[in-house]
């Protein structure tokens, strides 16, 4: 008894300073992931806010600076849009193989290997991007065309119908299935680009626009938007097959874009290259747009994993805003009406409403 008494104090007085021993280091941890975890929010929050200044700066950057070079009147010859293509994908190449060569540790020998390895020893592989680089080339000499004849906030607003066409293209190709909000919003969408295109009493009163021809650059829009859809989903569509890294499949897009592009400058533009040079007319701002066109959709593709669908809402829509702002005040080719401003809410709002997703009420893991 004497000895159950004297063990007793000691298993009561030990047990609660063990179960304290071992909780201090589990509390510690806890303690320590607190910071950590507020951290990562601020992080993941400071970085979408950085996508979302990334994505609308280069979507409103390179159509206004697309329009003004080609609207701008100085001396001399006005520099070749077929040429500024070819250039934007041999650009668009460079930056691909320095991304790769980043990835192969900056080994000149591990980037050789990975080059040839992922597209001379994959000939068919390298052939599947010929069509949708084909198509990505005609759209991009397309959108000189378009801006040639449209003020940038009817372009950008008018543009947005690719959304239609990916989506029709999505549907037929990748078996996709759409909700009822995003037919709802390709509805919408489909009225409001029709009432931005509604003409204005002066476009009505007078016989020719400034720019050009209004109808040229419509057709031009429209024709991009369905080049655009098809050509992006046949892409998707070849990065869900296979299991190549994005920038080989855009050094293969730009090997490809290039060929077409001097393929175009030689068809189109051949005797006006021969008389003047492939980089007449050429100045800093052509330059800038070359370089905002070539690097502009690999911008995107490093930033978009930060940005969901709402973030690409906002980035559209400010985008649409700040082009309108800007063709006005600093352009001034474009005076809005009423009913241009009706039709950009509606595509704003088909914008958002595409990208909606509806969480299924009773789920908290998934809200």
């Known amino acids: 008894m004497s000895s159950l ?4 104090p000691v298993v009561g007085t030990d047990a609660p300073d063990q179960h304290l021993e071992l909780k201090k280091p589990q509390e510690l941890k806890e303690m320590e992931r607190l910071p950590l975890a507020n951290e990562d929010k601020t992080m993941s929050a400071n970085l979408k806010y950085l996508s979302l200044g990334i994505l609308v700066f ?6 206004l600076t697309m ?3 080609r609207t701008l009147k100085e001396e001399g010859p006005r520099y070749l849009s077929s ?5 934007a994908e041999l650009l668009k190449i460079m930056a691909c193989i320095l991304l790769v060569y980043k990835e192969s540790k900056c080994s000149l020998r591990a980037l050789n290997r990975v080059l040839h390895d992922e597209i001379l020893n994959k000939p068919m592989e390298t052939l599947k991007l010929a069509i949708p680089s084909g198509i990505y080339t005609l759209q991009n000499n397309l959108l000189y065309v378009a801006l040639s004849n449209l003020d940038a906030a009817t372009y950008q607003v008018t543009y947005q119908l690719k959304i239609l066409t990916t989506a029709l293209f999505s549907v037929s190709m990748l078996s996709k299935k759409l909700g009822v909000y995003q037919w709802l919003s390709l509805v919408i969408l489909m009225t409001g680009v029709a009432f931005v295109q509604w003409p204005s009493d002066s476009q009505l009163d007078s016989k020719e626009l400034s720019a050009g021809s209004q109808f040229v650059g419509l057709m031009a829009v429209l024709t991009a938007c369905f080049s655009s859809g098809f050509a992006g989903v046949y892409f998707e569509k070849i990065l869900k097959e296979t299991k190549q890294s994005v920038w ?3 050094i293969q897009l730009g090997f490809f874009g290039s060929i077409f592009g001097l ?3 030689y068809i189109y533009d051949g005797e006006l290259v021969s008389k003047n040079g492939f980089f007449q007319g050429y100045n800093r701002l052509t330059w800038i747009v070359v370089v905002l066109q070539a690097l502009g959709g690999l911008v995107i593709a490093a930033v978009i994993k930060y940005a969901d669908n709402i973030l690409k809402g906002f980035a559209t829509s400010l985008s649409i805003i700040l082009s309108t702002l800007i063709s006005y005040f600093w352009l001034q ?17 088909a914008t958002f409403l595409y990208g909606y997703d509806p969480k299924p ?7």
């Open 58 to 63: 280069q979507t409103t950057s390179l159509v």
């Open 83 to 87: 040429t500024a293509v070819v250039v």
């Open 361 to 367: 009420a009773g789920n908290p893991t998934k809200a």
């Open 5 to 8: 008494s004297v063990l007793s």
């Open 263 to 265: 393929m175009g400058v």
């Open 67 to 69: 329009r003004y070079s």
């Open 333 to 349: 080719d474009f005076v809005p009406t009423s009913v241009f401003f009706l039709g950009a809410i509606l595509v704003i709002t």
């Open 248 to 250: 080989i499949r855009n």
